[in-house]
């Protein structure tokens, strides 16, 4: 549950800052096809804008988490909701425990499916001249498919990149024949974004897939909670900062 509020939090705080980037940009007329958009102001131009934000807003929201793991706390707090998840852990089985963890996850690919699926929608029912000025003109079924296939193949080359653009582009190969081209800047900007998501994706991807990893960790934590070795760690953290001071 606490894990829950806290992605809802971080998507709240990146739906804010999506927003207000949406705002600026537009007030500063930096992005043919959002003043595009905002003049053609019939419903599924509104509704891709919105889906545009969603998606930058679930970016940000993996950046600040990102950046929240990256950057802890000198001493980390270890709370009442920790120890009720490591009591949690300790009761399930291993595998209502499995179950569980498999559950969110896949939920979680789950939901960047369905949200491809609506952003491939929404971009077919703009008007043609946007989706000229961005990949091109799409069904909803194409687009839906093509942004997939580009999320997934535009992540390899973050993973691959170091095997160079002849075999990388055979391994792409595999996933779509065609790789999307942009029309314009605003093009470049759309199909970055597609990509870093298609990141998000996989890595949400290879997270279901090492539950088990994920429940050995996630027990062995527990198991030191349980008896109060991660609370003596803090005491030790807090009382070495004392001495310092």
Not at 187 to 212: C, E, W
Not at 229 to 237: F, Y
């Amino acid at each position: 549950m606490l894990a829950i509020v806290k992605f809802v939090r971080r998507l709240f705080e990146g739906s804010v800052v999506s927003i207000l980037l949406i705002t600026v940009v537009a007030l500063a007329g930096w992005s043919q096809t959002i003043n595009m958009l905002l003049a053609d102001r019939s419903i599924s131009s509104l509704i891709f804008l919105m889906m545009l934000a969603v998606v930058l807003a679930d970016l940000i929201a993996k950046l600040i988490a990102i950046f929240g793991s990256t950057f802890p706390d000198l001493i980390p707090k270890v709370d009442d909701a920790d120890r009720k998840r490591a009591s949690l852990i300790n009761r399930l089985r291993p595998g209502e425990t499995v179950a569980l963890l498999s559950g969110a996850y896949s939920a979680r690919v789950i939901l960047f499916v369905l949200i491809f699926v609506l952003l491939g929608g929404s971009y077919s029912a703009t008007p043609v001249a946007v989706q000229n000025n961005l990949v091109g003109d799409f069904t909803a079924s194409d687009a839906a498919t093509a942004f997939l296939r580009e999320g997934i193949a535009g992540s390899l080359g973050y993973f691959f990149f170091f095997l160079g653009p002849e075999r990388l582009q055979n391994i792409t190969g595999l996933i779509t024949t065609e790789r999307l081209a942009s029309a314009s800047v605003d093009g470049d900007v759309f199909l970055a974004g597609i990509r870093l998501y298609g990141l998000a994706f996989v890595l949400a991807i290879l997270r279901t897939l090492v539950t088990p990893i994920t429940y050995i960790r996630a027990r062995l934590r527990a198991h030191r909670l349980a008896h109060g070795v991660g609370q003596g760690a803090v005491d030790e953290l807090a009382h070495a900062a004392g001495a310092q001071s």
